[in-house]
């Protein structure tokens, strides 16, 4: 004799039932693409865990630099991946030129933010690396030098073939061409200034125009040079192992290299994305990143212990006076400037 078969009513509500499990048991997956090293360390050990635990998602981080990640929205631009993006600011702002950022719903954290962070509304720093000036506090010192606390200090004769600074394609070498342009009563857009002083003054000083965090540090080792312009967290990162050098904010400012982030358009997950944003900017966060990346908090409420608030851009002396960069005109003359660069300047 064959089993009843079930009736159509019953047998209706059992499939209903069983697609309400299935779509309950369903967790949306959150891709986030952000840095490598230790960034990734820092996600995947404490962000991530933290933050799917109070929002019931998965989160999937895909590793990469800034251009990689830009490359990514640019190769996904008709069906987009990711969700939410860490980059630096100047690659972040052509991709919020290029359409690929949503817009940033308002949130109550965001008001105890520095105005600095608040870039635009599809855009905000969750970070800050100042750049200015590293020098060799003992070498300094043996030759009877003052500490440094101006941009001028690259036009000192004392220091000919003592200094380096990275090129115009590192974010230290542009800045410090927009400086030297700000200084000569120029601007991003009126760059003239800014090349003259620093072909005729700032060149005949600079002995390597170096890139390379590595080769940086290995100038300042075999003491070939003494002085450079860099940036906060990697002259932190240089002095941890024992070497005598100082970050120094000059007078006239110190140049703002932001962290920041956006929630990509047309993402499948928009609410889980803009939660995670405000969660990067809650003082729980901002402190991890502080402590193990080096990046100043943007959160005004954020409170540092001592040890850690000596290695970061940190309140609104340092935080609060960082002198941001006009990103949209950067990108659209970066190439005519490069060019201009490699002629006048760096030979």
């Known amino acids: 004799m064959k089993e009843k078969s079930p009736s159509a009513p019953l047998a209706a509500a059992v499939a209903l039932a069983c697609a309400g499990l ?39 981080y895909v590793a990469g630099n800034s251009t ?70 003992e070498a300094f010192k043996k030759t009877g030098l003052p500490k440094p606390d101006s941009w001028k200090v690259l036009t000192d004769k004392r220091f000919k073939q003592k200094v380096a600074i990275p090129p115009i394609s590192n974010t230290y070498g542009l800045q410090t061409l927009i400086m030297y342009a700000r200084m000569h009563g120029g601007s991003e857009t009126a760059m003239d200034v800014g090349f003259t002083a ?87 966060v901002q402190t991890w990143q502080a402590d193990t990346q080096g990046w ?7 409170k540092l212990d001592p040890a850690i608030a000596a290695k970061v851009p940190y309140g609104p002396a340092q935080i609060g006076k960082l002198l941001p960069t006009n990103w949209a005109v950067v990108n659209e003359k970066r190439g005519e400037w490069t060019n201009r660069w490699n002629r006048t300047i760096e030979r």
């Open 22 to 60: 299935a779509h309950a048991q369903t967790v949306p997956t959150l891709y986030v693409g952000s840095y490598g090293g230790t960034s990734e360390k820092l996600f995947k050990e404490k962000v991530i865990p933290a933050f799917e635990a109070a929002h019931k998602v998965k989160i999937v």
């Open 296 to 302: 100043g908090p943007v959160n005004s409420k954020v």
């Open 68 to 137: 990689d990640t830009l490359a990514k929205l640019q190769a996904q631009k008709d069906r987009q991946e990711l969700d939410l993006v860490i980059m630096d600011d100047g690659p972040m702002q052509q991709a919020v030129q290029f359409g690929f950022c949503d817009k940033v719903k308002d949130a109550p954290i965001f008001k105890d933010l520095y105005p600095l962070a608040r870039i635009n509304d599809r855009s905000m720093a969750v970070g800050a690396v100042a750049t200015g000036l590293a020098y060799n506090t």
């Open 198 to 284: 620093m072909g005729k003054e700032v060149a005949p000083n600079v002995l390597a125009w170096e890139p390379s965090a590595g080769k940086m540090t290995e100038l300042f080792q075999n003491g070939d040079v003494n002085l450079a312009v860099w940036g906060s967290g990697r002259v932190e990162a240089f002095r941890a192992t024992g070497f005598p050098i100082e970050f120094v904010y000059p007078k006239e400012g110190a140049m703002a290299l932001l962290i920041t982030a956006c929630p990509v358009v047309n993402s499948d997950v928009p609410e889980q994305a803009q939660a995670l944003l405000q969660y990067l900017m809650s003082p729980e």
